[in-house]
Structures are given as C-alpha cells and as structure tokens.
Nanobody, 128 residues
Framework: QVQLVESGGGLVHAEDSLRLSCAAS????????MGWFRQAPGNEREFVAA????????YYADSVKGRFTISRDNAKNTVYLQMNVLKPEDTAVYYC?????????????????????WGQGTQVTVSS
C-alpha cells in the first residue's frame, strides 16, 4: 500500500514558477510509476505528466510540454513537478498518483484508470 501527500500548491501570477512535491509512504515506492493529473472545476481529471519507476522515461501532456518537468527521488520517496511559465489555464487541483504499470507507452501512462493510489490534491491558482 502506498499513501501519497502532495504539497507546494499556491496562488501565483502568470509566468511564475511552482514546484509541487508528492511524498509517498511505504517501502515499495521505487516499484511504482508516478503520475501527476489535474482537475479544474467542471472538467474531468486530466493527465499532466508521468515518470517510470526508474525515472528513466517521462511522459507529458502537450499542453505542458516544455514548461513542466517531472522527476523523482526514490531515496526520498518523493516525486516532483516543476512548473515554469505558468498560465491561467493551468489553474486546477493537482493530484499525484502511483501505479504498478506492466505496460509502457504514453497511452498507458496517461490513463488515470491505470493508477491505483491517489493523493488528496493541492490547489494551484494562476492569476493573469
């Protein structure tokens, strides 16, 4: 079992940066692929970024590619989402997720139904 706790959200201006963190409990964190998703009011939860259990492969939604960077530190049981050049449309609750993926590829990693464990979310608000 993995428990996830996100932090680092807040209110920022457009073009500012934020770094989200997701701390995981459990000794098997390094076996899990990790993902970040977000949900704005009235919208479905959407994929943002994901990283394989080794950290060697990353996936990004087109809307954040080149601005966001996902990384993980297995020694600290933590995954990060560095968000640069934030836009008002990035405003959402950001969720961290963990899954034991048996399949590779963007389609698999971007599907929220392939993740078994979720954090409670952290609010990110970007003002124009």
């Amino acid at each position: 079992q993995v428990q996830l706790v996100e932090s680092g959200g807040g209110l920022v201006h457009a073009e500012d940066s934020l770094r989200l963190s997701c701390a995981a409990s459990g000794r098997t964190f390094s076996r899990y692929a990790m993902g970040w998703f977000r949900q704005a009011p009235g919208n479905e939860r959407e994929f943002v970024a994901a990283v394989t259990w080794t950290g060697g492969v990353t996936y990004y939604a087109d809307s954040v590619k080149g601005r966001f960077t996902i990384s993980r530190d297995n020694a600290k049981n933590t995954v990060y989402l560095q968000m640069n050049v934030l836009k008002p449309e990035d405003t959402a609750v950001y969720y961290c997720a963990a899954g034991l993926h048996q399949t590779s590829g963007f389609a698999h990693y971007s599907d929220r139904y392939n993740y078994d464990h979720w954090g409670q979310g952290t609010q990110v608000t970007v003002s124009s």
